[in-house]
T-cell receptor, first 115, second 114 residues
Framework: DTAVSQTPKYLVTQMGNDKSIKCEQNLGHDTMYWYKQDSKKFLKIMFSYNNKELIINETVPNRFSPKSPDKAHLNLHINSLELGDSAVYFCASSPTPGQKFAEAFFGQGTRLTVV | KQEVTQIPAALSVPEGENLVLNCSFT??????LQWFRQDPGKGLTSLLLIQSSQREQTSGRLNASLDKSSGRSTLYIAASQPGDSATYLCAVPEGGGATNKLIFGTGTLLAVQP
């Protein structure tokens, strides 16, 4: 029973298209995140939502729009895809921040390739 | 601004060896530190979370230590196996942990030779 699941696992699309990645967690966590792993394998946060409210937006182009319909879901929509958007996108969740035991759990990643 | 460094960047050891992976962070005001494992083409698996008040945390053959004052953590892997081959990442929450925005190190790529 996967704790954090995201779909699709692979996504190949042409420049200029709009695409969405979905994420769901069944851990009962209040907080969800999107991270991006670039070609050099470096992981960096993009967004964070706590109880459906945006709390972190890391200067990501506004072509990226996260949406959280409820605590258990955080989707990522990307408009007008560019070659430089090619990366692996990870969804994660954790208990409410500010707690020493707030362990983060990650999904399997979505490998986005823009051609 | 929190920065996390991992040394070495890559490590190759024969099966059965004990090994240590290192993680350094610049801001010692952290709530916790987490070690992850990433297999090629796969997601991140949480291995251990060590709270700021703890010095050590153990899970099976893995032992993580934390020295907040010196800004260091180590991950000790005992009796390494080929199945341990993966990239190991450490991460700390920025700003102490108020947002749980994780700052990741660049990882250590471990290869355990049979």
């Amino acid at each position: 029973d996967t704790a954090v699941s995201q779909t699709p696992k692979y996504l190949v699309t042409q420049m200029g298209n709009d695409k969405s990645i979905k994420c769901e967690q069944n851990l009962g966590h209040d907080t969800m995140y999107w991270y991006k792993q670039d070609s050099k394998k470096f992981l960096k946060i993009m967004f964070s939502y706590n109880n459906k409210e945006l709390i972190i937006n890391e200067t990501v182009p506004n072509r990226f729009s996260p949406k959280s319909p409820d605590k258990a879901h955080l989707n990522l929509h990307i408009n007008s895809l560019e070659l430089g958007d090619s990366a692996v996108y990870f969804c994660a969740s954790s208990p409410t921040p500010g707690q020493k035991f707030a362990e983060a759990f990650f999904g399997q990643g979505t490998r986005l390739t823009v051609v | 601004k929190q920065e996390v460094t991992q040394i070495p960047a890559a490590l190759s050891v024969p099966e059965g060896e004990n090994l240590v992976l290192n993680c350094s962070f610049t801001d010692s005001a952290i709530y916790n530190l987490q070690w992850f494992r990433q297999d090629p083409g796969k997601g991140l698996t949480s291995l251990l979370l060590i709270q700021s008040s703890q010095r050590e945390q153990t899970s099976g053959r893995l032992n993580a230590s934390l020295d907040k004052s010196s800004g260091r953590s180590t991950l000790y892997i005992a009796a390494s196996q080929p199945g341990d081959s993966a990239t190991y990442l450490c991460a700390v929450p920025e700003g102490g942990g108020a947002t749980n925005k994780l700052i990741f190190g660049t990882g250590t790529l471990l290869a355990v030779q049979p």
